[in-house]
């Protein structure tokens, strides 16, 4: 059974850090790209940042410079370090993994960022 556990949301004042982690089981975590996405209230899900098999990074513009994508293999678990959080990063984090025709989701973790 496939499981991602997403963690590491909450309540932050603007200008701080929160690192979210999303641990993985039921398939070959080490074969599967992973990405967090993100959805504001009344908007769209969006890509935040994604993260190859091999370990390259992407990321949404504007986060670039604020947030760092890791995955841990041995570990199963991808994270997010998001550093000087603004109240328009608020919105409920989800994990991602797929690969060849598979595609999973996490349940999110909501995280709020005050001004």
């Known amino acids: 059974q496939v499981q991602l556990v997403e963690s590491g949301g909450g309540l932050v004042q603007a200008g701080g850090s929160l690192r979210l982690s999303c641990a993985a089981s039921?398939?070959?975590?080490?074969?599967?790209?992973m990405g967090w996405y993100r959805q504001a209230p009344g908007k769209q899900r969006e890509l935040v940042a994604t993260i190859t098999n091999g370990g390259s990074p992407t990321y949404t513009n504007s986060v670039k410079g604020r947030f760092t994508i890791s995955r841990d293999n041995a570990k199963r678990t991808v994270y997010l370090q998001m550093n000087s959080l603004k109240p328009e990063d608020t919105a409920v984090y989800y994990c991602?993994?797929?690969?060849?025709?598979?595609?999973?989701w996490g349940q999110g973790t909501q995280v709020t960022v005050s001004s």
């Open positions: 039921g398939f070959i975590f080490s074969l599967n790209a």
């Open positions: 991602r993994s797929w690969g060849g025709s598979s595609s999973y």
